[in-house]
């Protein structure tokens, strides 16, 4: 189920659904608000006929959810490897596509290991792929006149199962 031509943009933050009814608006832009990742939102990407489809539906959602909660102590190990299974194989089906880009809406507001997961864990699979951007629909719009070329993410499959050794900054360490 993957869309042909188009280029996928999942654009995070809290002010995700107005940013992407402002895009909505654009030539060549499908903005669509989709929530949570499933098959249907995977169908309604894929059915895409524009340039780009702006989107607010994380296939990694879960998996990032699980990521920080394992390393602020919330939660367990086996919590993190229960959402990679879950989410590779729902990659697998066909229930979920990765963006080309994640555009992560006012990063300096995130706590630490979320801006870990983001700007670390997730952007050391594919550095040009996260993008930090403020909340405003005009910013978004120039960005997706000048997005950075580069090498798209690797199958999930060959990087997801070892996501718990990708520690955020500063953990792990003596006296940390």
């Not at 832009?29 to 169908?43: I, K, N, S």
């Not at 895409?48 to 990032?64: E, F």
């Not at 798209?152 to 718990?164: C, H, I, K, R, V």
Request: charged share 20%; glycine share 10%; hydrophobic share 40%.
């Amino acid at each position: 189920m993957a869309v042909q031509n188009a280029t996928i943009v999942a654009v995070i933050g809290e002010q995700s659904a107005e940013v992407i009814e402002k895009l909505s608006v654009l030539r060549g832009v499908d903005a669509l608000q989709l929530g949570e990742p499933d098959a249907d939102g995977t169908r309604r990407i894929s059915a895409s006929r524009g340039p780009y489809v702006v989107h607010d539906s994380d296939p990694l959602g879960h998996v990032a959810h699980a990521w920080v909660e394992f390393f602020d102590d919330r939660s367990t190990g086996g919590t993190l490897d229960l959402e990679v299974t879950t989410a590779l194989a729902a990659f697998k089906a066909g229930e979920r596509v990765m963006p080309d880009y994640y555009v992560i809406l006012e990063p300096e507001s995130l706590e630490p290991t979320w801006r870990h997961w983001w700007f670390g864990a997730l952007a050391e699979r594919a550095p040009r792929r996260v993008l930090p951007q403020p909340a405003a629909a005009g910013s978004i719009r120039r960005l997706l006149r000048q997005l950075p070329t580069g090498p798209g993410w690797s199958d999930p499959e060959s990087w997801l199962p070892g996501l718990q050794f990708t520690i955020p900054d500063g953990r792990g360490m003596l006296g940390a």
